[in-house]
């Protein structure tokens, strides 16, 4: 027999009944029942309940004296249990090993938290013994998951025609967005790496090399702040460039790809198909939000036109949305004033909203603001909204952007609250049209609203003959329940387009060509037509095992204070080491 063990834990069946067997694994849990010992029993795959009978006396003191988490091997004789004990929870709730030896392999001591369940330790506790944590059932099955959506991301995108390809982590910084993370050079003193925040300038390079369709499992660096759908330091994603492609072949390869994926791994739960295409401008103006959660049924109208002229002051000349939510007839006034508090702590100054009636076959309004509305106003806004009785309007007035904000978080909540929302199914969308330029507010310069490198719609004419603020780009996010997994585009590929959209956006040609001189001399070289995208890995995990929180999604993630509680990151190092890497710390003044 096997040194270890004949089976896991997880494998055993009545069909392994009178069988001897070896198994290995952690002390789980342990119960004395009228002298007779039940140890769970558990490794990678599974638990497995053994039972002590009390002539086994010397194993039985053994098992007693052990603290929970020791590694053990036993050998027993598998039996059937009672139907009155058979655990239905369990794929090996319906038989029991008889433990007729034991050998402890690895002790424990006393574990800081339980392993076994649930017991609500806080997350720095669980972060500083991440190993332990990861023992539990929940996050074990969240990395298990992990690996195998990776698994079948490679499997599809290799069965669509694309090959893996690794692109360099120690590389020159590079303008995405966020702050590098830089990595001294020993041999080249006063110069730095940057590690990638994105491989994007290489998968670029790959398309102009001739590889037509390269994928890989990509890690990123960030130095950039935590939210609960964004780890600090470093994530993965799923990156995918692809040449001779328009934005819908990109589509294309990625809904096929995440369609099946949330398919098969989504545990039944129902997948939009195909993805529906919203313009960023219809997103913000219906959803409030260009990640806009399709599983809330209601939806925003712009009726700022009713108030253009209004003497209601709080409206009037300003942008203003509503929100019509149906059936509310019944709802107490508590429902309104708490959707009030919470558009409040989304940054509201309050929440205005009437309620619909009926008079004599017309429309009448009740509430807080319906004594500013004419005729006319609740003529129109009746048939604008589609109104009648039973109904509710929640408004906003303000600046565009914060009524956005504001507007289409009360609309996700509005619609949790009335069962206006639909659980448990996966709404995919993609966001389009993008505009490629916006307006500085403090400068009120032109700036790139997204991503430079995009190719703009209508091409060097657009960026010659429009208005900057009217151009939109090939560029396209694709979002899931509220979550942007990630944002792709058509590249610019043109230098004669780059300079101008560049230009445009106040980068002189000089600018351009020692900023991005790599990349331009690679398009100076006969370029093809490309574009891609990289949904992050890490977020498709978070939907697909419905966790809130990032880090539950990852094996050994930072705080949100970037700190490795375990390892101790980042750490000083020795004088020593700072001569060799020619560096001198310097150290904040404190104030």
């Known amino acids: 027999m096997h040194r270890y063990r004949s089976h896991t834990c997880g494998e055993l069946r009545t069909t392994d009944v009178d069988t001897d067997v070896r198994l290995s694994g952690w002390l789980h849990n342990r119960r004395n029942l009228g002298g007779i010992l039940f140890v769970d029993l558990r490794d990678h795959y599974g638990v497995v309940q053994l039972v002590v009978r009390p002539e086994r006396t010397a194993v039985s003191e053994l098992l007693s004296s052990l603290t929970k988490e020791t590694v053990i091997r036993i050998d027993g004789r598998v039996s059937a249990r009672g139907a009155d004990n058979v655990n239905p929870e369990l794929p ?13 392999l690895g002790t424990a001591e006393q574990v800081p938290f339980t392993i076994n369940a649930e017991d609500g330790v806080n997350e ?98 960030r130095d950039e702040d935590a939210r609960a759908d964004r780890s600090p330091g470093e994530f993965y994603q799923l990156d995918m460039e692809m040449s001779f492609v328009e934005q819908e072949d990109v589509f294309g390869v990625i809904e096929r790809v995440m369609t099946e994926l949330f398919q098969e791994l989504g545990e039944g739960r129902e997948v939009t198909s195909p993805f529906p295409r919203i313009p960023f401008r219809e997103a913000m103006l219906r959803y409030g939000s260009d990640k806009p959660d399709l599983r809330a049924e209601l939806e925003l109208t712009d009726v700022s036109e009713v108030f253009a002229d209004s003497d209601f002051k709080a409206f009037a000349g300003k942008h203003v949305r509503a929100l019509a939510v149906p059936d509310t007839a019944d709802l107490p006034r508590k429902f309104f004033d708490q959707l009030g508090e919470f558009a409040v702590e989304q940054g509201a100054k309050g929440l205005a909203w009437v309620r619909v009636g009926e008079d004599a076959g017309k429309p009448t309004l009740s509430g807080p603001v319906a004594k500013f509305l004419t005729e006319a106003d609740v003529a129109e806004l009746t048939e604008r909204l589609g109104l009648s009785a039973g109904h509710a309007v929640f408004f906003g007035a303000g600046e565009f952007a914060e009524v956005s904000k504001i507007m289409g978080a009360v609309r996700v909540e509005a ?52 208005d900057p603020l009217d151009i939109l780009a090939w560029q396209y996010d ?20 780059m300079f101008r959209a560049f230009a445009i956006a106040g980068y002189s040609e ?29 977020r498709i995990v978070m939907l697909l095992a419905d966790e809130p929180n990032i880090r539950e999604t990852i094996a050994f993630p930072l705080n949100n204070n970037a700190l490795d509680l375990m390892m101790g990151a980042p750490s000083a190092v020795d004088d020593a080491r700072l001569r060799e890497l020619h560096l001198a710390p310097r150290k904040p003044k404190l104030t």
Not at 92 to 104: C, K, L, M, N, S
Not at 185 to 211: D, E, I, N
Not at 478 to 494: K, P, Q, T
């Open 92 to 104: 090996t709730g319906e038989i029991e090993v008889e433990v007729a030896q034991v050998e402890v």
């Open 124 to 221: 720095e506790r669980r972060l500083e013994y991440r190993f332990l944590d990861l023992r539990r059932e929940r996050m074990h099955r969240n990395i298990m998951l992990r690996s195998a959506v990776i698994a079948k991301i490679r499997e599809k995108m290799v069965a669509q025609g694309f090959n893996e390809l690794a692109t360099p982590i120690l590389s020159a910084t590079s303008p995405e967005g966020a702050r590098d993370f830089l990595v001294p050079s020993r041999l080249h003193p006063g110069t730095f790496y940057a590690l990638p925040q994105a491989p994007q300038q290489f998968k670029q390079l790959l398309m102009v090399a001739g590889f037509d369709r390269y994928f890989q499992i990509a890690p990123c660096f």
């Open 415 to 466: 619609a949790r609250r009335t069962g206006n929302f639909t659980e448990g199914v996966f709404r995919f969308c993609w966001i389009v049209d993008f505009p490629m330029y916006e307006r500085n507010e403090e400068t009120g310069e032109t700036d790139f609203s997204h991503n430079p490198f995009s190719m703009p719609q209508g091409g060097l004419e657009a960026l010659e003959t429009k």
């Open 478 to 497: 694709i979002v899931c329940n509220g979550v942007e997994l990630s944002s792709g585009a058509i590249r610019n590929h043109d230098p004669e387009i």
């Open 510 to 538: 000089d600018d351009v060509r020692r900023e991005f001189g790599g990349m331009l001399r690679a398009f100076q070289y006969g370029a093809p037509p490309h574009g891609g995208i990289a949904p992050g890995i890490d």
